[in-house]
């Protein structure tokens, strides 16, 4: 693969990696980690005949993310503490907007599953059946995933304003 190409593919979905590896570990540093190791996979292996490398370097990035939480079991307790933590870091900064805040929260506190819906089909504008693929379900299931997903969402958004 030529550099051109790989650099053409990291500015086009670099931001969209890395907020999905964000909904997926709920740490920013953890995330950094795994986009960019997304992106060094891809340097080595991808083949530019995919129709749909965005959704390749999402698999990739949740292989990744599967494997530190592998790997986690086998860490120390104290690095252990750190992955997910819920402190206030580089991204609740940029979100100065109280009712974003409210929302990154509350996503926070949604099953991984919940949050990857959500995060695929609000932040980056996948469609129904990009999602399904992605998770190896049906459009059906992923539609009533991402229903439940929502209602959850609002119930956890109501919550915190009372």
């Not at 100065?96 to 990154?104: H, I, P, Q, S, T």
């Not at 932040?123 to 059946?129: G, T």
């Amino acid at each position: 693969m030529k550099h051109d190409e790989i650099e053409q593919i990291y500015i086009k979905h670099s931001n969209d990696v890395y907020l999905y590896a964000l909904a997926l570990c709920k740490d920013h540093f953890i995330a950094e980690e795994l986009a960019s190791d997304t992106f060094y996979k891809a340097l080595l292996s991808l083949d530019m005949s995919r129709t749909s490398i965005k959704y390749w370097l999402f698999h990739v990035c949740k292989n990744l993310f599967i494997d530190l939480c592998r790997r986690k079991k086998k860490m120390p307790v104290a690095l252990v503490d750190g992955i997910g933590s819920n402190e206030q870091g580089p991204l609740e900064l940029i979100l100065n907007n109280e009712e974003r805040v409210n929302l990154y929260r509350a996503m926070l506190s949604l099953q991984p599953t919940d949050r990857e819906m959500l995060t695929m089909f609000y932040f980056l504008d996948c469609d129904i059946a990009q999602i399904a693929s992605h998770l190896g379900r049906s459009s059906g299931a992923t539609r009533t995933g991402l229903s439940r997903a929502r209602v959850r969402l609002k119930k956890l958004l109501e919550e915190e304003t009372l």
